[in-house]
């Protein structure tokens, strides 16, 4: 598993996004706010907004807040206009990083997200530096020791998934974000349980961290993704799992 992956499951066992719920609200409601915006308000024909409906959805998110995040999107309510903005950089280590933003201040975002990148061993790159390292799948992740392997390949390939990646202590299915949907409905009806379920940008390759950077990519990883401006952090970096457990 990409080393993004890994991170956004040991947190989400945690519960560390339970605890921050209210932030994890804010950044739903400005992604199916834009999401509205750009493709309109029925989810049946926008792909984005039944994206960030299911997401939110799955946060337990009240179905009042989704209604006013779409009235905003179509202009029915006033609310803020925000900018959406790609942020590339390196973290420790020369890893890759992604950081997507939604935005109502640009000028904050991206002092707010190259301050975090040069204190934590990174710094900000132009525009295309590392980009070019990711590409677009769906992704879901399902703990080894809750599903039973052959019933997971069965569901999930014969429902269009592009592979299924095994590591040390889950199963990686991935697909094309076209077929996310109905790969993530067939596992859902199967009653397969998973940690983790999204469109996301996997990298092609990854780099092993240990050590110092391990630390500071993680600890660099969290502030990116607490930040109020940010929507989504991408990136190439590995650290095996009991790594990753302990630091985190």
Wanted: negative net charge; hydrophobic residues 40%.
């Amino acid at each position: 598993m990409s080393g993004h992956s890994k991170w956004a499951s040991i947190r989400h066992k945690k519960g560390v996004v339970d605890a921050k719920r209210g932030k994890v609200f804010t950044k739903l409601i400005k992604e199916i706010t834009v999401a509205t915006r750009l493709g309109g308000k029925d989810p049946d024909s926008n792909a984005r907004l039944r994206t960030a409906i299911a997401a939110a959805k799955a946060e337990n998110m009240p179905r009042d807040n989704i209604d006013r995040a779409i009235k905003k999107g179509t202009g029915a309510l006033e609310g803020s206009n925000y900018e959406e903005v790609t942020y590339e950089g390196y973290g420790p280590g020369g890893i890759a990083v992604l950081v997507e933003v939604l935005t109502d201040n640009k000028n904050r975002a991206v002092a707010d997200v190259r301050h975090l990148f040069e204190r934590h061993g990174g710094s900000l790159g132009e525009a295309g530096c590392v980009a070019w390292m990711f590409f677009q799948k769906g992704l879901i992740v399902l703990q080894k020791d809750q599903v039973d392997e052959e019933k997971l390949l069965e569901v999930a390939l014969e429902a269009g998934a592009e592979d299924i990646k095994e590591g040390q202590k889950e199963f990686e299915v991935i697909a094309e974000p076209s077929s996310f949907e109905h790969v993530k409905a067939a596992i859902d009806s199967a009653g397969l349980s998973y940690v983790l379920a999204e469109i996301t940008m996997t990298p092609k390759t990854t780099v092993n961290l240990d050590g110092k950077n391990a630390q500071q990519m993680l600890t660099l990883m969290e502030l990116l993704e607490d930040n109020e401006d940010v929507n989504h952090v991408y990136a190439n970096f590995d650290i095996p799992d009991e790594v990753m457990e302990a630091i985190s």
